[in-house]
């Protein structure tokens, strides 16, 4: 087997921490062409659908990728930007806020860069660009909250997989959740309350988090507890009563049973029990892209409007806010802490060179 290595490598540059933020991805552009290789790797994670590989293969390679690609499309195209897909115009803005904060905190001794779990940039593709910078020492941090097999050890899966591959491996820091961190409930408090002084209150809010097949919970995975001690701790920190918020879970597909309450089948019930106003946030989201802007904002706004509703508002993620920015860069200081790293290699390059390395 060949081993990956750097081209560059010289053995006497001084060491480097890297870091390396991560969400799940984004087609390359809002065309069939595009959202049909983006939608085979993201529905080929075993990961992400836990049915025997046989099967999947011919329900997905017969069925799916010749149907949703095009629908996938249509969709996207309504929140397509200039830079992209709203989901890599916000991680690059997020990534460039963090590596602003590393460098004005570490100087040029800790390097950052950003990846997609599925599509472009990969996470093979920036790990290489950070050992080619010289990281000796990694710290991984997918930008989900709330941990799930089918997203944060989906992100481990990838990373370790190009180890296998690596001649050099970094030493490794991975990051697994922060769903009940102080400053990130705070965070999220702060950024409804400022919504709140400019709209007002609802009748209530809805915290909606993507959905998983409830077999997923029942098989040992944390997610849906943390979900619910996520929105317990944001409805203390905001001083909301019981009947004044509540949990939902959107997103699902398929026949199976995913974790309820449905976010979509909540929307159509909620104004026949006598709720006009609603205002939905996604704490399980730490950018806005297609789930919340077109599923959110869109097309469960139409549910509860059609069914009566009088308000509806989507309060947007945390996104590249400065406060999400501190809590983040907060976690990645505390991950960093206590790791050092060589400035001075030259004892061990002069050994290299007597033993022929050219650099």
């Not at 062409?33 to 997905?60: C, G, N």
């Not at 944390?222 to 203390?236: D, F, G, I, V, W």
């Not at 806005?288 to 869109?298: A, K, P």
């Amino acid at each position: 087997m060949k081993y990956k290595g750097s081209t560059n490598f010289s053995h006497d540059a001084p060491d480097k921490l890297g870091v390396l933020i991560t969400n799940l991805g984004t087609p390359d552009s809002p065309t069939s062409s595009a959202l049909r290789p983006y939608l085979k790797q993201f529905l080929s994670d075993p990961r992400v659908v836990e049915v025997p590989r046989f099967i999947w293969w011919f329900i997905l390679n017969g069925v799916i990728l010749n149907i949703r690609p095009r629908r996938s499309a249509k969709a996207y195209e309504t929140v397509w930007t200039e830079e992209g897909s709203p989901l890599l115009a916000i991680t690059k803005a997020q990534h460039k806020a963090l590596a602003d904060k590393c460098k004005q905190a570490y100087g040029d001794n800790v390097i950052v860069d950003y990846a997609m779990r599925y599509g472009n940039p990969s996470i093979a593709g920036a790990i290489d660009r950070l050992m080619e910078k010289g990281a000796r020492k990694l710290v991984v941090l997918p930008l989900y909250p709330q941990y799930c097999a089918s997203t944060t050890a989906s992100t481990f899966d990838a990373v370790a997989q190009d180890f296998t591959s690596r001649r050099w491996m970094p030493e490794l820091r991975f990051i697994t959740q922060y769903h009940d961190r102080p400053d990130y409930i705070r965070a999220l408090a702060d950024k409804i309350r400022a919504h709140w002084e400019e709209h007002g209150k609802a009748d209530k809010l809805l915290m909606s988090y993507h959905g998983i097949p409830k077999r997923y919970l029942l098989n040992g995975d944390p997610y849906h507890c943390q979900c619910y001690k996520t929105s317990r701790l944001l409805a203390e920190e905001l001083g909301l009563e019981d009947n004044e918020y509540m949990t939902t879970f959107q997103s699902r597909f398929g026949r199976e049973e995913w974790l309820q309450p449905y976010t979509d089948e909540t929307m159509k019930s909620l104004p026949k029990q006598g709720v006009n106003s609603l205002q939905v946030v996604c704490p399980g989201f730490s950018s806005d892209c297609l789930e919340t802007i077109e599923e959110i904002g869109e097309e469960n706004r139409e549910y509860f409007m059609h069914a009566g509703g009088k308000r509806y508002e989507y309060i947007a993620a945390l996104n590249s806010d400065k406060s999400h920015i501190d809590m983040l860069f907060s976690l990645i200081e505390q991950n960093l802490h206590g790791w050092h790293t060589s400035q001075d290699n030259s004892e061990r390059a002069q050994r290299a060179r007597q033993l022929g390395a050219e650099k």
